[in-house]
């Protein structure tokens, strides 16, 4: 068995059980609702907006809100990145505590595999269903293209800095995965550690302080970036690094466990 071996298996699960469904159908009916109700105001809006000289455009104010409340300041809730937060934990959740449960880690072990090619192929199958998810979300704000001026590199951009974030996320999520022995656990620790991430710099941001490690540790500092089109080396190596991070104590927790038999 190999590393896209363990990939395969784990995609097959994933599109199997209908948990994976599930999450897919709720979370794109959401932001289904979430797109029609954000091309209406920008409908509604859109002669005054005219008027502005360099007032924000349908990239701005529909496509780019599509991915995020809390980092665009949009009023409707739940975005790309919310739905994230809520939802990768319970897609991540069963990928290797179910197995420590289930008392088939062994059995993985047993076919020769690495901890890093357990931990690597698993988490590019969650990867794998993220980016499927993610691009039938860009068809929402691409399907009425050719009617409205779409800004095609900052929405890619955006598009970008989004994946990024989901690919933090579903590190975190398979790290904690490794870490516990029950699912509902290692769900509960990557909703914590993803909002966490997400959200430590809010409070020096009410304190009226932008600047500092507080802020480069928060993940939205980054991601607001690439959310307003500037794409820098800096940003994307910092998600880089949190990936790097999460998957080498996954991976490490991993093999603490093949010592062990």
Known sequence: MTLFAVTRLELRRLFVRPLGWTIAALALAELGWRFALLLQIFLLNQVRLAALPDGPGYTDLVAVRLYSSLITGSTLPFGVTELALLLVPLLTMSTLASERNSGTLPLLFSTGLSPSSILLGKYLAVLIWLTLWLLSVIVLPASVAHGVKLDWGMLGAA???????????????????????????????????????????LGAQLAGVNIGFINWLAMSTHQENLLRGLVSSADVIWFLLAIIVALALGIRRLAADGERG
């Open 159 to 201: 598009t970008l800095g989004t994946f990024l974030a989901l690919a933090v996320l579903a590190a975190i999520g398979v790290a904690c995965s490794a870490f516990a022995s029950h699912p509902a656990v290692a769900a509960v620790a990557a909703f914590m550690i993803g909002v966490a991430l997400n959200c430590v710099n």
